[in-house]
């Protein structure tokens, strides 16, 4: 049985193939003849994951499921949100994003924030959304030298490390993607029949 990831990123696609076994196996856009970038115009992180696996179903008639993920921060009304990747600016730049949020957050002491991914899963049967966030705090100041986008400013709730301190065993275990991708594949386990 097949099932097509909506990325191209290798590194996600064996995260998650690993996770499933061996009931389900994950194809990629470039497997299955998607080589056009898919569209991510919503405004928000839940309709952004929807809008990418409804246009693989829509174009390619193969089961499919996206992700999309983001930085919430309070003070800031939730942003950057659905546009955390490209906050500081095109080209996508993790330098320029943290200099924005840092920059944006100066005039503020409430630095409470989360991360927050959403799943999206299309088949023939019907549409079904998973969701992981994992709370935390902005810091002033960069720390660590792992991870990727806005990690080495966010520390998670309870931790006295960024994500960017934390060994990738440690923040996959924690993280909002590691939360979401859990109940994704504890439905899928129990719902093959839907694929």
Request: a negative charge; hydrophobic letters at 30%; aromatic letters at 0%.
């Given at each position: 049985m097949k099932i097509c990831f909506a990325t191209n990123n290798t590194n996600k696609i064996y995260e998650v193939q690993n996770l499933l076994g061996d009931s389900v196996e994950l194809v990629s856009l470039e497997s299955i003849g998607c080589f056009e970038e898919l569209p991510e115009t919503q405004d928000t992180i839940p309709a952004n994951s929807a809008q990418k696996a409804q246009y693989v179903w829509q174009h390619f008639g193969v089961p499919c499921f996206a992700d999309d993920s983001g930085l919430e921060v309070e003070a800031?009304?939730?942003a950057p949100g659905v546009h955390s990747a490209y906050y500081g600016g095109l080209p996508r730049n993790n330098d320029n994003n943290i200099a924005l949020l840092l920059s944006n957050l100066e005039s503020h002491t409430n630095r409470n924030a989360q991360f927050r991914t959403c799943i999206t899963l299309v088949t023939k049967h019907g549409e079904w959304q998973f969701?992981?966030?994992?709370?935390?705090?902005?810091?002033?100041d960069k720390r660590g030298e792992k991870g990727f986008g806005y990690d080495p400013v966010f520390m998670p709730q309870g931790y006295d490390k960024t994500f960017a301190e934390m060994e990738i065993e440690q923040k996959n275990t924690i993280s909002h993607r590691a939360i979401a991708v859990k109940k994704f594949i504890e439905f899928l386990q129990k719902n093959l029949n839907l694929l």
């Open positions: 800031l009304n939730g969701e992981g966030t994992i709370q935390g705090t902005i810091l002033s």
